[in-house]
């Protein structure tokens, strides 16, 4: 019991509660009961303390990580997690990608590519603080003006109701087309002032239909 504490110690701090891994320890020190030979001629010590760093590792490997990833790219970040503590300790410094490669003996994309697998070992609640005043969900997401368009839309069909079909077109070709009114009065044969008096009646007639109806008028039909 006092070594799989003093194992389990080893990897407090990354998350795991201290009690909890000395239980996973103890499940390596049963197997290691099971699995030692006495007339071997090894010490149980020395036969039983890598079955039970292996099952902590273990553990952290299948149970701990929030999203799953590659088992290679769990044992590199163990690799690069090793190399920048021990540069840490012999320079004070954190260690450049640059300089974990040629540790390593492995590529700077690879490296990267550890790095970036790691952050999957944690994933934050969206309950989680970020800053004094507001949560991690304050910060994804916003308001969809699709939402607007959408009810703004219905709105203008509802108003088109109050109109006929000349006046509809007239309104659509001003405010949805943007054509002057100077072309309207082309395709209609009228007037540039009786365009701009039918555009006036039809947005009055329309702003009058929708508060008949007990919606507010959207203010895309005052402009």
């Not at 006495?38 to 590792?57: H, L, W």
């Not at 994933?123 to 916003?142: C, I, M, Q, Y």
């Not at 607007?148 to 001003?174: G, K, N, P, Q």
Request: proline residues 4%; charged residues 30%; hydrophobic residues 40%.
């Amino acid at each position: 019991m006092p070594l799989v504490r003093s194992l389990a110690r080893r990897y407090a701090g990354r998350g795991e509660q201290l009690e909890d891994l000395v239980q996973v320890g103890l499940i390596g020190l049963v197997k290691a009961i099971d699995r030692f030979d006495p007339g071997a001629g090894t010490r149980f010590v020395s036969f039983a303390s890598p079955n039970i760093t292996g099952e902590i590792k273990r553990h952290f490997r299948d149970h701990c990580w929030a999203l799953h990833v590659p088992r290679s790219v769990q044992e590199l970040d163990q690799k690069l997690q090793a190399e920048r503590r021990q540069v840490l300790a012999d320079h004070g410094r954190e260690a450049t990608p640059e300089e974990l490669a040629e540790r390593l003996g492995i590529t700077v994309e690879q490296v990267r590519e550890g790095m970036q697998g790691a952050q999957a070992y944690r994933a934050l609640s969206l309950d989680h603080p970020a800053g004094e005043t507001r949560e991690v969900l304050d910060t994804r997401g916003g308001d969809d003006p699709g939402y607007d368009r959408v009810e703004l839309d219905a709105t203008i069909r509802d108003a088109f109701e109050a109109l006929d079909e000349r006046e509809r077109s007239v309104v659509t070709w001003r405010f949805y087309d943007e054509l002057l009114q100077r072309e309207i009065a082309e395709r209609i044969g009228v007037s540039q002032m009786q365009v701009s008096r039918i555009i006036s009646q039809s947005v009055e007639r329309m702003h009058e239909h929708v508060a008949a109806g007990g919606r507010p008028a959207p203010a895309a039909l005052a402009a």
